[in-house]
């Protein structure tokens, strides 16, 4: 029969209070050295940033997957300490999640998926982080490239984890210069050749005032013959991602410089018919615009 009296209770407080410290200070060695290692990937890839050769996203891409795996390296040290302080061997660990690593697996083949083709993204520099991209149904900024989810901020303030997987097909809209294009619809009535005389000395103007643009804009003529209008296409390349500023300011300019000569933007007009009873006058439409 048990006999609780002959249990040590001291020997056991002694050795619960030694596993107990053991415990704690691999938990706060683990923290310290996980804050150590991030402060030095941070100051390392710093000094990369500072360097001509590589991009800034470049160099923020590298340094979120370089403390990705250094967070994945340490925890499972972590974990291996933890369970030899409670004295499980690490071999047996590690067989034990080979076995369960293999079982696994055969299930995760979206996980091995994710890893594969975010490998393959960094690895072919296909994007970095702030780059403007367009994966599937997702268009937005990127934020972190991982190697299991890549993570797109929309410009709605949305935040996308996509799967590595299921990035198919990739637009990246921050490589090299963007167009920056406007067209503009002036009445039948103008002359055309005033109206792209008019539009292209404001061009010439903003060329001279936006340092973001780099090629024109000029207007390349007439675009298309609308129901109510002739439009007229003016056409820039701007440095990446100032493309939709430079067509905000090419839009207020090109509208007053065609009031301010005369030239009239059309807007749709509506013709109101009144029927008078026999004997009231001509039934006269009337215009409203």
Not at 156 to 182: F, K, W
Not at 189 to 199: F, N, P
Request: hydrophobic share 45%; aromatic share 8%.
């Amino acid at each position: 029969m048990f006999d609780i009296e002959r249990i040590n209770w001291e020997g056991l407080l002694t050795s619960a209070s030694i596993l107990i410290l053991k415990l704690a200070a691999i938990t706060i060695a683990f923290l310290i050295v996980k804050a150590i290692g991030k402060k030095i990937i941070e100051r390392s890839f710093q000094r990369l940033m500072e360097r001509d050769n590589v991009t800034r996203g470049r160099a923020l891409t590298l340094k979120s997957l370089t403390f990705n795996l250094f967070s994945y390296v340490l925890v499972f040290i972590f974990v291996v300490m933890l369970f030899e302080t409670v004295g499980v061997k690490a071999t047996a660990l590690l067989a034990g999640a080979g076995v369960v690593g293999l079982a696994i697996g055969f299930g995760a083949q979206g996980l091995v998926s994710d890893v594969v083709t975010g490998f393959f993204l960094l690895l072919e520099k296909q994007i970095d982080v702030d780059d403007y991209v367009t994966t599937g149904s997702f268009s937005g900024i990127v934020e972190a490239v991982g190697l299991r989810t890549t993570h797109i901020r929309g410009f709605d303030g949305t935040l996308h984890y996509v799967p590595n997987r299921e990035i198919t097909s990739l637009s990246n809209h921050s490589r090299g210069n963007m167009r920056a294009l406007v067209d503009i619809g002036i009445s039948y009535d103008d002359d055309i050749d005033k109206a792209i005389t008019v539009l292209q000395d404001v061009c010439n103007r903003i060329a001279q005032e936006e340092e973001a643009v780099v090629d024109g804009p000029n207007v390349i003529g007439v675009q298309s013959l609308g129901s109510s209008d002739v439009v007229l296409r003016v056409v820039g390349k701007t440095q990446n991602g100032e493309q939709w500023a430079v067509e905000r300011k090419l839009r207020k300019a090109l509208k007053e410089a065609l009031d301010a000569n005369g030239i009239e933007i059309p807007f749709p007009h509506q013709v109101y018919v009144e029927k008078k009873q026999p004997g009231e006058g001509n039934n006269q439409p009337q215009l409203d615009s």
